[in-house]
């Protein structure tokens, strides 16, 4: 099984930006989309879908849609460094 979730009422830019993310291969992947963003705004818009993703895949898991190592790699996936 593997976790699919829908983030419901992000704008058009927040979409794009979600969908680069979630095409990424791995979190220094992620983290180098992000540090690639022009402004901080955007990079702080892009971190803050990340925690949505996290999100929303811990509570699938919490309400055995995924299993839990499925939502185990995501996370390792998608997790930003600080």
Do not use: H, N
């Amino acid at each position: 099984m593997s976790v699919e979730f829908t983030l419901e009422g992000l704008t058009p830019r927040q979409m794009i930006l979600a969908d680069i993310i979630w095409a990424c291969e791995d979190k220094p992947e992620v983290d180098r989309f992000i540090k690639a963003l022009p402004t901080q705004a955007l990079r702080d818009e892009a971190r803050s879908l990340v925690e949505l993703m996290k999100m929303a895949a811990i509570e699938q898991c919490y309400d055995g849609i995924a299993e839990p190592m499925d939502v185990k790699a995501l996370l390792a996936k998608i997790s930003i460094r600080k």
